[in-house]
Structures are given as C-alpha cells and as structure tokens.
T-cell receptor, first 119, second 115 residues
Framework: AQTVTQSQPEMSVQEAETVTLSCTYD???????LFWYKQPPSRQMILVIR??????QNATENRFSVNFQKAAKSFSLKISDSQLGDTAMYFC????????????????FGQGTILTVHP | ETGVTQTPRHLVMGMTNKKSLKCEQH?????MYWYKQSAKKPLELMFVYSLEERVENNSVPSRFSPECPNSSHLFLHLHTLQPEDSALYLC??????????????FGPGTRLTVL
C-alpha cells in the first residue's frame, strides 16, 4: 500500500521569504501522480500543484514549485515570496495511475503541515 | 468557491440519531468522493462513485451509507454513530475517476460532532 509522510507538523515563515515543505512517499509503482493541496482555515481545499512521475522536469505554478526526486521518493513544495494568504494546512497526496477495470486513481494523503505566514 | 457545495456545514447529533449529509457539484463531473478528515490523521477516502455507480468502498462501517441518485448529487446517510466518528466530512468531485491527472475539487466540508 502507498503511504505519504509529511514530517513537519507545523512551519512558519516571514512574509516575502521562502519556505519549503517536505513530503516523502512509499510505493512500488512506477507510474503515478503527486499533488500538493492547500486548505486555508475554514475554507475549501484547493489544488496547488501536481507532478507526473514520468516527467523529469519539476512542476511550477507561479510562486509554487516542487523538487521531485523520484529515486528518493521525495516531493517537496517550495513557496517563494510568501504571502499572508498562504497561511493554510498543506497536504501532500499520491495517486496511482489508473489500471483499468474497477481500479481507480485513489488519492492517498499525508498528515498535513500547518504553515503560518507572519507579517 | 470550487463549485462543490455541502450541507449542512455543521451538525451535532446523538448516537441514536439518523441524519444525512448532502453534496452537490455544479461542474458537470462524473465522479464524486466522500473523505473523512479527523484531527491529526490523514484524509481517509471513504467512497467513490462514478456515473452514479459505487466503485470503491474503503472498508467503511455500515453505519455510513452513501447514495448517489445522479452525477451531481451525493449523500452520506448516518445512523447509530460513535463519538469517534466526529470529524470533518469532505466531498469532492472530478471529471472522471479513471483519469489520474483529473483534479479533485473539494467542498467546504461538514463538521460533524457525535455526542
């Protein structure tokens, strides 16, 4: 079974600085997808960024980028120029590739990291 | 907002009550999901529906009973719950459960407290 581990329960950063959230995962699959989701306080969870395991290039979305190390099974999220609105719980998630039949792409989440951005 | 709504947002119920959680998506998606988010635990997938057919029941106790009357609506019927069932219940939808790159869009959740 796949597992996802986020070893940092809480992180804090000053506004405008850079912060990196860690995530490791365990799988025997070769084709899969990785995601970072953001859940602001009392607000809906939204997708921040995703990475296909077959792509060597790290995904980037504006101020958010990932460092994907497939061999090490590591998938960290870097937030540059942190903003107050980045304060949220961040979840790393794994999804295996759909294998047909009744199989489906199940999202497996880590425990989450609470990020607080200070002014 | 993500186009996925959930009602009620908060629910307090006794162990002998019967209640239902409702989820509605306005995105034209074909797959819907129920997740349980407990304090200090990872989100747990409970059920997956695709085109109104249940494709996964992730070893969930029978006191949770899902219903998907059409591709836009998903219910979670609750009965004889236990205090440890208190959690945030999240609904999500995606275009197609078979497409791994499909983004899952989440609702705001229902905060359930079982007394």
């Amino acid at each position: 079974a796949q597992t996802v581990t986020q070893s940092q329960p809480e992180m804090s950063v000053q506004e405008a600085e850079t912060v990196t959230l860690s995530c490791t995962y365990d799988t025997s699959e070769n084709n899969y997808y990785l995601f970072w989701y953001k859940q602001p306080p009392s607000r809906q969870m939204i997708l921040v960024i995703r990475q296909e395991a077959y792509k060597q290039q790290n995904a980037t979305e504006n101020r958010f980028s990932v460092n994907f190390q497939k061999a090490a099974k590591s998938f960290s999220l870097k937030i540059s120029d942190s903003q107050l609105g980045d304060t949220a719980m961040y979840f790393c998630a794994f999804m295996e590739q759909y294998a047909g039949g009744t199989s489906y792409g199940k999202l497996t989440f880590g425990q989450g990291t609470i990020l607080t951005v200070h002014p | 907002e993500t186009g996925v709504t959930q009602t009620p947002r908060h629910l307090v119920m006794g162990m002998t009550n019967k209640k239902s959680l409702k989820c509605e998506q306005h995105l034209g998606h074909n797959a819907m999901y129920w997740y349980k988010q407990s304090a200090k635990k990872p989100l747990e997938l409970m059920f997956v529906y695709s085109l109104e057919e249940r494709v996964e029941n992730n070893s969930v106790p029978s006191r949770f009973s899902p219903e998907c009357p059409n591709s836009s609506h998903l219910f979670l019927h609750l009965h004889t719950l236990q205090p440890e069932d208190s959690a945030l219940y999240l609904c999500a939808s995606s275009q197609d459960h078979r497409t791994s790159t499909d983004t899952q869009y989440f609702g705001p959740g229902t905060r359930l407290t079982v007394l």
